[in-house]
């Protein structure tokens, strides 16, 4: 258990719907990342946070956003969605916001857009 | 280019037996590099941490190598078990703008 947890676990919805991917970093973690991982293909990096400000910022398309709350949980939002949008969405945490720290991954979101 | 390149994509081997991982990089380095295992479905997790000061690390079965110069790392896995198939993915060191780049992986099957 890496102490990361994701909500919803699976999620199934339609084109242009919007739909919102929450995730609880481990305890003592300031850093949040987000990823998207569609079917056999590497992990994408979209965004980080660190202690509620954004860090670095990926291959995020615009109709995607995200935040980390006060009590550093994070919420990515996802709007217009579209076929392509399918996928497995990762959030990790790290206690540093620069890499040299490990990152630990929760088990994903599995979105799937009919 | 890619900023990093795994090889080979996929690999077979028999219970028991060694293998050698790769990994290829051009960013410039201004965080460490990571080995990471991805079970199917799941999250990776972390095997190894590597700052440029460290040519070699290990972790249980699994050691990392680095060599900062020809920016190059591998991944020996020893005397493999069936737990060990999965992905293994470099991570190479966040670059100038701190975007991370994951590498696609290599799928390791072991066969008992």
């Known amino acids: 258990d890496s102490g990361v947890t994701q909500t919803p676990k699976h999620l199934i919805t339609a084109t242009g719907q919007r739909v919102t991917l929450r995730c609880s970093p481990r305890?003592?973690?300031?850093?949040v990342y987000w990823y998207q991982q569609s079917l056999d293909q590497g992990l994408q990096f979209l965004i980080q946070y660190y202690n509620g400000e954004e860090r670095a910022k990926g291959n995020i398309l615009e109709r995607f956003s995200a935040q980390q709350f006060p009590d550093l949980h994070s919420e990515l939002n996802l709007s217009s969605l579209e076929l392509g949008d399918s996928a497995l969405y990762f959030c990790?945490?790290?206690?540093?916001?620069?890499?040299?720290?490990?990152?630990?991954f929760g088990d994903g979101t599995r979105l799937s857009i009919l | 280019k890619n900023q990093v390149e795994q090889s080979p994509q996929s690999l077979i081997i028999l219970e028991g037996k060694n293998c050698t991982l790769q990994?290829?990089?051009?960013?410039?380095?201004?965080?460490?590099l990571r080995w990471y295992k991805q079970d199917t479905g799941r999250g990776p997790v972390s095997l190894t941490i590597?700052?440029?000061?460290?040519n070699t690390k290990s972790n249980g079965r699994y050691t990392a190598t680095l060599d900062a110069d020809t920016k190059q790392s591998s991944l020996h896995i020893t005397a493999s078990q069936l737990s060990d198939s999965a992905s293994y993915i470099c991570v190479p060191p966040m670059n100038r703008d701190d975007k991370i780049i994951f590498g696609k992986g290599t799928r390791l099957h072991i066969l008992p």
């Open positions: 990994c290829n990089y051009t960013v410039s380095p201004f965080s460490n």
């Open positions: 590597m700052t440029f000061s460290e």
């Open positions: 990790a945490s790290s206690v540093d916001g620069v890499g040299n720290q490990p990152q630990h």
């Open positions: 305890s003592g973690d300031l850093s």
